[in-house]
């Protein structure tokens, strides 16, 4: 089978590129992203957390809630760019369905 797509290029359907462009408007760096502590992200090392004072890590600390609000209402306005193209798919076919005798 790999020999055979080695030739040929694999099909890819017109819509990939669509929702390839939506993904690429919320992977873009954005200012919440610029706002993050220098060291901290998914795959950072927190040892050098240990060696802050008390107060550096209150502030993070009040400042962690926030950003993760924010991020997460991200999350969400992405999921919802991505569901509403299908809900309107599945509406639109129902509408045909119920036209149709």
Do not use: C, W
């Not at 590129?17 to 992203?33: A, C, G, V, Y």
């Not at 107060?55 to 400042?63: P, V």
């Amino acid at each position: 089978v790999s020999k055979q797509r080695k030739g040929r290029q694999e099909y890819r359907p017109s819509y990939m590129d669509h929702l390839d462009k939506i993904e690429n408007k919320f992977t873009q760096p954005s200012q919440s992203s610029q706002a993050k502590p220098a060291g901290l992200g998914s795959s950072a090392d927190y040892s050098f957390l240990a060696s802050l004072p008390y107060e550096d890590l209150a502030t993070r600390l009040s400042t962690l809630d926030p950003m993760m609000e924010q991020e997460i209402e991200e999350l969400r306005r992405r999921y919802q760019s991505k569901r509403q193209p299908i809900l309107d798919a599945v509406d639109a076919k129902r509408r045909r369905i119920a036209v149709s005798p």
